[in-house]
Structure formats: structure tokens, C-alpha cells
């Protein structure tokens, strides 16, 4: 794989799983003050979510990308976004 997304260092999050086949659930890294990112494939994009506190209704941030080549800064941005999240 060019873009090997899954040896991005998550701390201070704790990754639950993590699948690197393309599919509907393919990471979910468990954050403190109670932060979920979580990524998938959805039928043409992938698409990460920024979940507080459970609500998955709304989630906090939703990013997508249609190419995997772009996951390594999209997962990294959301990644710093958490983080500044929990630092405020």
C-alpha cells in the first residue's frame, strides 16, 4: 500500500479496531473527554466522523475523501481537530 494509513501514531487515543480492507467500518480510535473518530467506506468516499460523547446523530466534524491516498492528512487533521478539542 502507498498510502499506509493504519501506522499513524493515534495517541492520546486508544484505537478500539481496525480493519484495512475497504469497508463500512474500517477504524474507530477512542479519545479522552469521551472523543470517537471513526472511519469508513461508504459507498464511493470514505468518510470520517468526529463523535462527543456518544452522538452519533451529530457528530462534531465528517470529512470525506474519495481517494485513499488522501487518508494519511485527513485522518492526521482530524486527529489535531480532536485534540484541540480536548485541550479547550
Not at 18 to 26: G, L, N, R, T, V
Not at 82 to 88: K, R, V
Amino acid at each position: 500500500m502507498i498510502n499506509d494509513w493504519t501506522r499513524i501514531d493515534f495517541s492520546p487515543g486508544v484505537v478500539e479496531w481496525m480493519e484495512d480492507s475497504i469497508q463500512e467500518d474500517m477504524l474507530q480510535v477512542i479519545f479522552p473527554n469521551k472523543y470517537i473518530l471513526d472511519m469508513g467506506w461508504y459507498n464511493t468516499l470514505f468518510k470520517i466522523f468526529i463523535i462527543h460523547d456518544n452522538d452519533w446523530v451529530n457528530p462534531v466534524y465528517t470529512y470525506s475523501v474519495d481517494k485513499e491516498d488522501d487518508l494519511i492528512e485527513a485522518l492526521s487533521d482530524c486527529k489535531k481537530r480532536i485534540i484541540n478539542l480536548i485541550m479547550h
